[in-house]
């Protein structure tokens, strides 16, 4: 798909906004649905509906207009009350719940080609043979390629039941043939936590993606590996973390406090507070602790860095934090759609409200994004706006401030220069996976011998890679300077090599190196 230059900026930023706005929340659905009721206005609303379906004088969808007088109303309310559709509901409720059924494969669609990356390790698919590089042609007698296909149909045709079978049939670029592989679906795990890995003999890294239902196990598992590797030094990345399950955070942050501490609490419409407060059970109550966090870090991420930072229990490394304070609660309707309504604000452990102004609308709410980049404090902390009325006092009576995210204790500036700041969101596009993918794929069997350091050397050590990245991306928008950040932009692509070859982990070892927040986390 050709991208005009303008677009570009546009879509980058979009994809952004969206995730903050449906992937940010929650307290889990209790079941209880709170829109029973005999309320004359509901009445009236249902009774007009009824009228439209059985009189207007035209044929209409009343669904989609039940659809946009929701979407209106939670418009009206908050940027973080919303409606999701029924096929957003299922994605969304996917990735929080942690795992899927299906085959196994991490693609793209390219040329109205279905693209495999990589079998996802240990599944369905690396189980039956599928490898990097292959092209999914039919699943049974379902064609997957042509104009007409998109996700939502891959998904129909490559999901079902947990052990049920699919013939897929696949084109081997490096074998020039095709060939037909049964698939036993089953369930695949979405993991939330990235990474956990010791970067020297006593310094642990953890890189939390989102809190999902399964976060707090998986940083279990990984916290005890590290702990049996002898780390004193946790290193938590909450960086480009929207949030999710408040209740997951919290169970996290309690590793890291000791008993009675107060971690988070909340209070709802009615005055109502509830108390989230650490326990005696927590396995890293002692170590040093030191959060990465980002303009990208929200919900639940801001969660567990306000009750690091205000009760004085570790450092705060990175940039101003979202600002999202407000709870959700969801609940599902018997379409398969979802609403998530504020129900509560939470407050850090000092008293703070961290949540940004939103009364101006959700359009400028979203904007104070960007805005950030065009102030200057993507660069200087002076540049941060702090409201002199919003003090608050950390246990150690440090000042703090609410009303707009988490100011770092360590402030680290973006690593692309000034005037650059799309390089960052380039950089963690799907145009990099592409470029990645397509350069592998003209001398697959070569690549697929490399090994990490060989990597290191033949895309960071040399131009030639990041040359013919760069003339991609001056195809798209000849405006974005990839030259002035060429280090940056080097690095990035080399761990995605690493990652398509190697996997996550040789990913973030190569991404993290030379990384500015992780150099000032690193200082004795």
Not at 145 to 155: A, C, D, T
Request: glycine share 8%.
């Amino acid at each position: 798909m050709k991208i005009n230059k303008i677009y570009l900026p546009i879509l980058i930023f979009t994809a952004i906004a969206v995730g903050f706005l449906l992937g940010v929340y929650m307290m889990k659905d209790t079941g209880e649905n709170p829109f029973i009721s005999k309320n004359d206005s509901k009445q009236k609303l249902n009774k007009l509906i009824d009228f439209i379906h059985s009189d207007y004088v035209d044929a209409v969808n009343t669904d989609s207009i039940v659809d946009q007088t929701v979407t209106g109303i939670l418009e009206k309310l908050d940027p973080h009350s919303v409606y999701i559709n029924k096929s957003e509901a299922m994605v969304e409720s996917e990735s929080m719940r942690g795992n899927f059924v299906g085959i196994g494969v991490n693609f793209f669609i390219e040329k109205d080609t279905v693209m495999v990356i990589s079998p996802i390790a240990g599944g369905p698919s690396e189980k039956a043979g599928i490898k990097a590089g292959d092209r999914l042609l039919y699943a049974d007698n379902h064609k997957l390629f042509g104009k007409q296909i998109n996700n939502e149909k891959l998904y129909n045709y490559l999901r079902g039941e947990a052990q049920s079978a699919v013939q897929l049939t696949v084109y081997r670029k490096s074998e020039n043939r095709k060939l037909k592989l049964e698939v036993i679906r089953n369930t695949i795990p979405m993991k939330s936590v990235d990474v956990a890995f010791m970067l020297d003999t006593t310094t642990g890294y953890i890189k939390i993606n989102r809190f999902a239902e399964t976060t707090y196990q998986e940083f279990s598992q990984g916290l005890t590996r590290l702990l049996n590797q002898q780390t004193n030094h946790l290193i938590l990345d909450l960086r480009d973390n929207s949030g999710g399950y408040m209740e997951e955070a919290i169970k996290i942050a309690d590793e890291f406090l000791s008993s009675k501490k107060l971690i988070v609490f909340t209070k709802n419409k009615k005055g109502d507070i509830e108390k989230s407060i650490a326990t005696a059970q927590g396995r890293f109550e002692k170590g040093k602790i030191t959060l990465l966090i980002n303009e990208n870090s929200a919900s639940a991420s801001e969660i567990i860095a306000g009750a690091i930072q205000d009760n004085d229990r570790g450092l705060i490394i990175g940039r101003r934090s979202f600002g999202k304070g407000l709870v959700q609660r969801e609940i599902t309707f018997k379409d398969g759609s979802s609403v998530r309504l504020t129900v509560a604000r939470y407050y850090t452990p000092s008293g703070r409200s961290i949540q940004k102004a939103y009364k101006e609308g959700t359009e400028k709410y979203l904007n104070d994004f960007m805005k950030r980049y065009h102030n200057g404090e993507m660069y200087a902390k002076d540049s941060i706006k702090i409201a002199d009325t919003l003090k608050f006092k950390t246990a150690k009576g440090r000042i703090v401030y609410g009303g707009g995210g988490i100011i770092p204790d360590v402030f680290v500036p973006l690593e692309a220069t000034k005037g650059s700041e799309l390089v960052p969101l380039i950089m963690q596009s799907g145009a990099v996976t592409n470029f990645v993918f397509k350069t592998i794929d003209k001398n697959r069997k070569a690549f697929e011998k490399l090994k990490y350091s060989q990597i290191i050397q033949k895309i960071n050590d040399s131009d030639v890679y990041f040359n013919l990245f760069k003339n991609t991306i001056v195809k798209l928008d000849n405006t974005i300077d990839l030259e002035s950040n060429k280090a940056f932009v080097k690095r990035h692509l080399t761990a995605e090599f690493c990652r398509q070859l190697l996997g996550e982990t040789y990913y973030y070892r190569a991404v993290l190196k030379n990384d500015a927040m992780l150099k000032v986390a690193l200082k004795p």
